[in-house]
Structures are given as C-alpha cells and as structure tokens.
C-alpha cells in the first residue's frame, strides 16, 4: 500500500495516481478514471478532480493509496 501525507487540505484524484507512481501522466490518469477503473473508498469514481482527504483509500490496478495528513 502506497501512503499519500497531504500537503493542503485535499489532493485530487489524478494528482494522487501520478504522485504514488501507478500512472505515467495527467492524460494517462484521465483515461483510467474516466474509463472506470479506479475506485474511492470502494466505489467507482469517474471524476478526475475529485477531492481526496485525510484517511480515503484509491484502488487501482490492483494497488491502493492511503491518503493521510
């Protein structure tokens, strides 16, 4: 499991992905989350600026991110 510590209140979905490495880009991130292949917290998510806060988890391609303060 990959640990994201924030750095303001909230990161966004496609920043999160490419800071923990699982994508290469922004347009790479974009296609995997609109495709459906990303979830938060256990559900789907489809909106690549979708705010992530302390203590959410980001499944993907069989890895998953923690986000903490």
């Given at each position: 499991?990959?640990?994201?510590?924030?750095?303001?209140?909230?990161?966004?979905?496609?920043?999160?992905?490419?800071?923990?490495?699982?994508?290469?880009?922004?347009?790479?991130?974009?296609?995997?989350i609109?495709?459906g292949?990303?979830?938060?917290?256990?559900?789907?998510?489809?909106?690549?600026?979708?705010?992530?806060?302390?203590?959410?988890?980001?499944?993907?391609?069989?890895?998953?991110?923690?986000?903490?303060?």
């Amino acid at each position: 499991m990959e640990t994201i510590k924030l750095r303001e209140e909230y990161i966004k979905l496609g920043q999160a992905l490419k800071a923990a490495g699982l994508v290469e880009s922004g347009v790479e991130a974009k296609d995997v989350i609109t495709g459906g292949l990303v979830n938060v917290n256990g559900s789907v998510e489809t909106q690549r600026g979708k705010k992530l806060f302390a203590g959410d988890t980001v499944q993907y391609n069989g890895e998953e991110i923690k986000i903490t303060e």
